[in-house]
């Protein structure tokens, strides 16, 4: 009886260690994304429906499969591997590059991100 009490409270534990990816995008990361990237890359809002490049923003699961040109968009705990993290840094690093996001010419319409949200998003890649 009593090791079976520990063994529910163990994996109880264990489940709520493990970090919510769904609500914490939905907390820190949608808002951003509809902000500076939604008018190109969400159906709802893009040109005959069109997202560029193929990357839709609307879900983190479309998010996750990334676009047709640089892979995954999200690869969990390595922002190297996830566009959806090397887009936005190109834009601070070298915002002259076409695959800086939000692309420089549309910033009065989707404003570049700060570097706080930037931060952000490398935390809620890298967290476990
Ligand atoms: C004004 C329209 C526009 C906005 C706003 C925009 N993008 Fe893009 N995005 C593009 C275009 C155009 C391309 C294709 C660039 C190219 O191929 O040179 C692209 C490509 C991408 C790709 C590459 C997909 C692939 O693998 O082929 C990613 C990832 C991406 N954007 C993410 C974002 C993110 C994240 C935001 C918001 C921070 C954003 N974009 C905002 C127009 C936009």
């Known amino acids: 009886m009593r090791t079976l009490a520990l063994l529910t409270l163990l ?16 907390a820190d990361i949608a808002p951003i994304i ?3 990237c ?17 990357f839709d923003s609307s879900s983190l699961a479309s998010i996750v499969k ?6 995954e968009g999200i690869t969990w705990g390595d922002v190297s591997k996830s566009s959806l993290y090397k887009t936005i840094n190109l834009a601070a690093t070298s915002p002259d590059d076409d695959m800086a996001m939000p692309p ?6 989707n404003p570049p991100l700060t570097k706080e949200q930037v931060a952000k998003v490398k935390a809620f890649i890298e967290a476990k």
């Open 11 to 26: 994996s109880a534990s264990s489940a709520f260690a493990a970090v919510d990816h769904e609500a914490a995008f939905k």
């Open 34 to 36: 509809e902000k500076s």
């Open 38 to 54: 939604a008018n190109c890359h969400d159906p709802k809002k893009a040109k005959n429906g069109k997202v560029k490049s193929g």
């Open 66 to 71: 990334g676009g047709k040109e640089l892979g």
């Open 104 to 109: 420089k010419k549309s910033h009065e319409k």
